[in-house]
């Protein structure tokens, strides 16, 4: 089977940088995704990394390492409007998205 | 403006009754898929698709069933609704070979 771990609640300061952790346990691993959702709405999508090393858009990054099976998303500069729950996600050969049960970040002035 | 609509945003059902949940996708994916979200537990896939008339389980298929007579359209079925099915439901499509998927804005059930 899959399995995502990732931290339940993380709490930072505006401006501040924060990193949201995802560890993995999967077969047949393609790539790693990242999803961010506001309460009441959908999951929107913010990053996909494939292979090893940074992926840079704007203020959010997100990092892979396959060998250690782990990745995470960096969110610099933070926004009281980047308080959102936020999930991994694992895509494997031969099924759809297999998400974690999501990091709820509450940014505070 | 890519696009995947859920024909209802709120739905009160009755214990027993057959409940049918509408997802439309405009980017011509061949990928849709049907997740439950409850608190604390993160997304859960039902069912998913990736083909007109084909159809998969997922990690909680019990209770449910699946359409896809057409390749944009993917209908979620419960056979009989329970109280336990009360959840907020998302629908999904994806293009092959790619980690974006695009979700609807979601169908909040009530099952009473």
């Known amino acids: 089977g899959q399995s995502l771990e990732q931290p339940s609640e993380v709490t930072a300061v505006e401006g501040a940088i924060v990193q949201i952790n995802c560890t993995y346990q999967?077969?047949?691993?393609?790539?790693l995704s990242w999803y961010q959702q506001h309460d009441g709405g959908a999951p929107t999508f913010l990053s996909y990394?494939?292979?090893?090393g940074l992926e840079e858009t704007g203020r959010f990054s997100s990092f892979l390492s396959r060998s250690d099976s782990y990745g995470y998303l960096l969110l610099q500069e933070l926004q009281m409007k980047d308080s959102a729950s936020y999930f991994c996600?694992?895509?494997?050969?031969?099924?759809?998205?297999?998400f974690g049960k999501g990091t709820r970040l509450s940014v505070i002035a | 403006d890519v696009k995947v609509t859920q024909s209802s945003r709120y739905l009160v059902k009755r214990t027993g009754e057959k409940v049918f949940l509408e997802c439309v996708q405009d980017?011509?994916?061949?990928?849709m898929f049907w997740y439950r979200q409850d608190p604390g537990l993160g997304l859960r896939l039902i069912y998913f698709?990736?083909?007109?008339?084909?159809?998969e389980k997922g990690d909680i298929p019990e209770g449910y069933s699946v359409s896809r007579e057409k390749k944009e359209r993917f209908s979620l079925i419960l056979e009989s609704a329970s109280t336990n099915q009360t959840s907020m439901y998302l629908c999904?499509?994806?293009?092959?070979?790619?980690?974006?998927?695009?979700f609807g804005q979601g169908t909040r059930l009530t099952v009473v």
């Open positions: 999904a499509s994806s293009d092959q070979g790619l980690g974006e998927a695009f």
């Open positions: 996600a694992v895509r494997t050969g031969n099924t759809p998205l297999v």
């Open positions: 999967t077969s047949g691993f393609y790539g």
């Open positions: 698709s990736y083909d007109v008339k084909m159809k």
């Open positions: 990394n494939a292979l090893d």
């Open positions: 980017m011509d994916h061949e990928n």
